[in-house]
């Protein structure tokens, strides 16, 4: 087998199979010790190879409100759900912390309406949203693609539909494979 980092041999005889690792719930992904360190991050291992993530996988998230709500609306293509599940984010502007990419500089925030059916799989959504925001993945500070603002509070890589209407060149409903595309982007982050 070869390391997939360094592209060596793990079993070269040359090596001590003690700076050899399987990662547990991979499926025969070996590595040096020394190579696996690096993708060490703050608590939480990812495999290069998988994406499996080992330990709790957390954010530089600044601080904001999540708040949620159930309207009667129903959204396009969820006929039978209860309604909708309105989540309302909010982050005021402030100092960037030692975490985020430019420490000591102000950072402006953002207010964002989103939108789950009320049915099991979008509660169930909106369950592995809860823990993304408590673990602080959910937004991030960065560059905004929309706005050209820099130093901005932005999405992180979790998409939300912010629109109930339109489809999904609009943010919006009917969009039958979004539910299960979001529960994939959560599962990549460590969320299950």
Not at 63 to 76: A, C, F, I, Y
Not at 99 to 109: R, S
Not at 118 to 137: A, F, N
Not at 167 to 192: H, M, N, S
Request: charged share 20%.
């Amino acid at each position: 087998d070869t390391c997939p980092i360094c592209m060596c041999d793990c079993f070269d005889n040359s090596i001590n199979q003690d700076e050899v690792v399987l990662l547990s719930s991979c499926i025969g992904h070996f590595f040096h010790v020394n190579c696996i360190t690096f993708c060490y991050n703050s608590g939480f291992l990812t495999c290069p190879i998988c994406n499996k993530t080992y330990g709790t996988r957390t954010g530089t998230m600044p601080p904001g409100t999540m708040t949620v709500k159930n309207t009667s609306d129903k959204l396009e293509g969820y006929p039978s759900s209860k309604g909708t599940i309105e989540i309302k984010y909010h982050f005021a502007g402030g100092k960037q912390g030692p975490d985020h990419p430019h420490p000591g500089q102000t950072y402006t925030g953002t207010a964002r309406t989103c939108y789950l059916p009320d049915c099991p799989d979008g509660r169930e959504v909106l369950r592995l949203l809860q823990i993304s925001w408590d673990r602080k993945l959910s937004f991030r500070i960065g560059d905004s693609v929309a706005t050209g603002k820099t130093d901005t509070v932005v999405w992180n890589g979790i998409h939300h539909k912010t629109n109930k209407t339109g489809g999904p060149t609009r943010y919006g409903y009917p969009d039958p494979g979004y539910l299960k595309r979001v529960t994939q982007e959560l599962k990549d982050k460590g969320v299950e």
